[in-house]
């Protein structure tokens, strides 16, 4: 349990990260490339037309996609290995690749910024919500990170035996396909936050471990856990070599 209370404590300062480095952004006047950005193909008001004139059904499946599946991926993914399997070093990568990713992406946005399709009069804002706003803005655009995120998600279960993979990557295909219904982004975001999401799940261990180690140190548990590791390794390593020699 105090496995689990230590990362219920320490992960909240991931996104105190993000926020630190948002409102440093906003002492910088970062450059706007939307002027460059429209004349990309798709990134018109004719793509966006087509888009948000579909059925209201479809418009009102995907504004609930954007609206809530986002965070359900998030929290519900970490949530999935920390407390329901119990996977601690799973649950510690997954969120250390999304703080990186904040970090990041924080960079880019003090610097670079782009104005969504909507605020161009490009799309139509289908959300309309302002307290989206609070803890980000609709200039952080490249790379989309509600996109990065999902297609992260995907990647990290990509390896799980468990069917609940199934809804992860569905979550990594419709919630970058509801910001363009929405009018929140433009393709070339899309395109950048899948991108994004293979660097990042790329990113060596090397850090993720030694964060890992240090929540376990916290939660009084460093030793324990080595053993375990070192004992899974150990097992691996036996049954990699019984198949080399046909054992297996």
């Known amino acids: 349990m105090k ?37 990309i193909p798709l990134c ?3 793509f966006y037309h087509i888009l948000q004139t579909s059925p209201y059904w479809v418009i009102e499946f995907f504004r609930i996609i954007y609206l809530y599946s986002f965070s359900i991926c998030i929290i519900g993914g970490i949530g999935y290995y920390l407390i329901i399997k119990k996977d601690y070093l799973k649950a510690d990568i997954i969120l250390i690749d999304i ?12 610097f670079v910024v782009v104005q969504s399709p909507f605020q161009v009069g490009v799309a139509q804002d289908l959300i309309n919500t302002p307290y989206l706003w609070i803890f980000t803005k609709p200039t952080y ?38 910001t363009l219904f ?17 660097l990042l799940y790329r990113i060596p261990k090397e850090v993720h471990l030694k964060i890992h180690h240090a929540l376990n140190y916290l939660a009084g548990s460093y030793g324990i856990c080595e053993r375990m590791c070192e004992k899974n390794i150990e097992i691996t390593n036996k049954v990699s070599g019984q198949r080399n020699r046909g054992l297996v």
């Open 3 to 39: 496995m689990i209370k230590t990362r219920l404590i320490t992960y909240p300062i991931a996104y105190i990260m993000w926020g630190g480095l948002m409102w440093y952004s906003q002492i910088i006047s970062p450059i706007d490339l939307t002027h460059y950005l429209i004349h």
């Open 44 to 46: 018109n008001a004719g």
């Open 99 to 110: 703080a990186l990713g904040w970090l990041i992406a924080g960079l880019i946005y003090t």
């Open 141 to 178: 655009e490249i790379p989309s990170l509600h996109t990065a995120y999902s297609v992260l998600m995907a990647l990290h279960f990509k390896d799980e035996k468990s069917k609940i993979k199934y809804l992860f990557y569905a979550f990594g295909i419709l919630i970058p396909i509801s």
């Open 182 to 198: 929405m009018g929140q982004h433009w393709i070339i975001d899309v395109i950048t936050g899948i991108i994004f999401a293979y």
